[in-house]
């Protein structure tokens, strides 16, 4: 077999392994069920997003959607997976007519979080290139991927080179190795399936667009579901042969309703009507791009094909948009996912009378038990596209799993010292200067286990460079042909990616600060910067000074829930401890570093630079900051100054620290787009 995937068996499923959770014994989600069959069916639809907590079967679904996928036909010997008469521009072709014909599973090649970018995009053949001494390829996951599916557990923990490669394969369906001497182009059509938590990190928007289906899974509450997952996890874990033969025909049947489907999809029609419905939701949803159009079009046509209908009607369309819009739609970082589907129903207006589906086929895919499908881990999901999950204090959660601050009512005053929060915004890359050596991450540059290579070194461990180790192994040869390569020739590869940091919000919460305006721009901010930590897959913790001292209002950590639900219950008021709160946060960067010595940590203070608590106010504060600067510590000074005459004590403050000064109104990332444009046109 020449399909270099030989080396790697656990991360290409060519066919159902008896220990795979049968697809159609899951119990719960029908919304997950139905985005995974619907992408089975017309995989142009382009893939599905999976989002939820964990144990809620979510890489179960996917795995076992594999093993009820059609066959394909392949070239014979072809390692990337050729259909017959479509191998042109094929590093193996071009295929002869009598090549022969195999016939294979589908195929779901899995990403490892950890995967180099060698194994994934394909790299220099090291047993030809040493052994013989040729510049050949060895074929990646992209390659083993196309025409089947890549699936990401824990797409959004993905470093953020090998979403890059995803991108320019998903977009252009061909893959393009330039690197170690080898030049080659190969077909890479494949579907992204990807599951995630989102309290784990969001991801980037480019990655989020190109999947073309997501869906929002959560675990049943319903005790007698719950009880039904428990009891099919047990028969499963306790004989799984007999188990997957318990459930063979209703796999059987989803076969074949997924391969009819497959075949009446291109017959179906999408008349200028529905059409004219897509565009109108589309745009009503206020969505970026024409991508979702595209997505939902060709989701109604599959749904359509699915139900055994021979045309698309509102129904196949409201179900598209389900599945294809929520996670385009424009939402400020703490707004609940989802649609609203009251206005979804608005946009779509009323339907002529269904025409009847084949009797046989008017049942969703998680039907063929009654009651769906369900769990890896004894949980099930149902979908949660109309329920939307619950922040602490009654109101929404947000996407990213943080808890938005309560707003107080326009014109009503602040109580007991606690001003509400304005929305948060897109904070601007704060980063540690340098190259740091911790835990991946999406800050600051670092030196990583993953990333672009760099140079190399003759350490013991790391992935082998293999150009350097040969260039070395070249340079001691004399008077021989044959290249011989010694242990001391390997070289591995020095590979920069990103870090995740420790970022220390030091904030001033004083009667200085306390004018209400003032105090919520200032949690806006810190919310921003929370927000933009959490994505960032940092850890925050909080330190707040006011009256005679100051405090750690949050210990670091990973959860911005705990943080957000601090900074909305803040108080403010009384004199203003600066050195108080500056040597809070040197204590707690001192603990930190003895913990972690290898996380850099970002002190952000927020303030607005005065200091009236005790005797030298001022001066002991800066002695304080100068102490920061000498061990080191990066630090930035957010300046919450206002009004027309100004002191400029921040930017004093930013001096002694050695940190880099913004105003509050520039922490925002679109603030610096309206500066270039400002500048832009006074230069015009």
């Known amino acids: 077999m020449r399909d270099g995937s030989n080396d790697s068996k656990t991360l290409v ?8 959770f049968p697809f159609s014994a899951v119990v719960g989600s029908e919304d997950l069920a139905l985005a995974l069959v619907l992408t089975a069916v017309s995989p142009d639809v382009g893939g599905v997003l999976v989002r939820g907590e964990k144990g809620t079967a979510k890489s179960t679904m996917v795995r076992g959607l594999a093993a009820v996928l059609p066959h394909q036909q392949v070239v014979a010997g072809c390692r990337f997976g050729c259909a017959p008469g479509d191998g042109a521009g094929c590093p193996d072709g071009p295929h002869a007519d009598d090549s022969g014909i195999d016939r294979r599973p589908a195929r779901l090649v899995e990403l490892p979080i950890g995967a180099t ?13 040493l052994g013989r ?31 890059d490669l995803l991108l320019d394969a998903a977009a252009m369906g061909r893959n393009t190795v330039e690197r170690d001497g080898v030049s080659v182009s190969h077909a ?15 991801l980037r928007p480019q990655l989020l667009d190109r999947f073309g289906l997501t869906v929002e899974v959560a675990a049943p509450r319903e005790p007698a579901l719950r009880a039904e997952v428990v009891r099919r996890r047990l028969a499963f874990d306790g004989d799984p042969a007999a188990f997957v033969a318990r459930f063979e025909d209703d796999q059987e049947a989803l076969r074949r309703r997924i391969a009819d489907a497959r075949s009446r999809v291109g017959a179906v029609t999408l008349t200028d009507a529905m059409l004219t419905k897509i565009a109108t939701v589309c745009a009503g949803f206020e969505v970026d791009g024409l991508r979702a159009d595209i997505v939902t079009a060709r989701a109604a046509v599959a749904h359509a094909a699915w139900s055994g209908r021979t045309s698309v009607t509102v129904a196949d369309v409201r179900a598209a948009a389900r599945l294809a ?59 949660t596209s109309d329920e939307q999950p619950q922040r602490a204090d009654g109101g929404d959660r947000g996407d990213d799993g943080g808890t938005a601050p309560t707003e107080a009512p326009a014109g009503a005053p602040a109580t007991a010292g606690v001003s509400a929060a304005d ?20 800050r600051s540059a670092a030196l990583t286990s993953t990333g672009r290579r760099v140079g190399s070194t003759s350490a013991r461990t790391g992935p082998v460079h293999l150009p350097a180790t040969i260039r070395a192994a070249a340079s ?13 020739d390997l070289r591995r590869s020095v590979l920069q990616g990103r870090e995740s940091n420790l970022v220390l919000l030091c904030v001033d919460a004083s009667g200085s600060m306390a004018a209400r305006k003032r105090m919520e721009a200032v949690k806006s901010a810190v919310l921003s910067l929370l927000l933009d930590a959490y994505q960032r897959r940092d850890k925050v913790g909080l330190v707040t000074f006011r009256g005679a001292g100051a405090e750690l209002t949050l210990p670091p950590t990973g959860s911005i829930d705990i943080a957000a639900r601090r900074l909305r219950d803040l108080a403010h008021g009384g004199r203003t401890p600066l050195a108080e709160g500056l040597e809070t946060a040197y204590d707690t960067l001192r603990v930190e570093r003895l913990r972690d010595p290898n996380r850099r940590a970002l002190l952000v203070v927020v303030t607005d630079g005065r200091a009236t608590s005790g005797p030298d106010a001022l001066a002991r504060a800066a002695r304080t900051a100068g102490v920061l600067r000498h061990e080191g510590v990066e630090s930035v000074v957010v300046d919450c100054e206002s009004g027309r005459f100004r002191l400029g004590l921040a930017a004093r403050l930013a ?5 880099e000064h913004l105003a509050v109104g520039e922490l925002a990332a679109s603030a610096i787009v309206d500066a270039a444009r400002a500048s832009t046109g006074r230069a015009a």
């Open 476 to 488: 001691r040869r004399r008077d021989t042909h044959r290249l011989r390569v010694l242990p001391g």
């Open 423 to 442: 929305d948060p915004y897109r904070a601007r890359l704060l980063r540690a200067k340098g190259i740091g050596h911790g835990d991946p991450g999406r």
């Open 13 to 20: 499923r060519q066919d159902s392994p008896p220990d795979t």
């Open 117 to 129: 970018e060698d194994r994934v995009v394909g790299s220099l053949d090291l047993e030809r290139a």
């Open 655 to 659: 001096e002694h620290l050695g940190a």
């Open 188 to 202: 890479a059509r494949i579907v992204l399936v990807g599951t995630m938590n989102p309290e784990e990190g969001e």
């Open 133 to 163: 001494g040729e510049t050949a390829y060895q074929p990646g996951l992209l390659a083993a991927a196309n025409r089947g599916i890549l699936y990401v557990d824990e797409v959004n923990l993905l470093h953020d080179h090998l979403v």
């Open 325 to 383: 819009l929520p996670h385009r739609r424009r939402r400020n970082p703490f707004d609940s996912p989802g649609l609203d589907e009251d206005l979804l129903d608005q946009l779509l207006g009323d339907d002529e009378p269904e025409p009847d589906p084949d009797p046989d086929l008017d049942r969703d895919p998680g039907d063929d038990k009654g009651d769906g499908e369900g769990g890896t881990d004894g949980e099930a999901q149902p979908s």
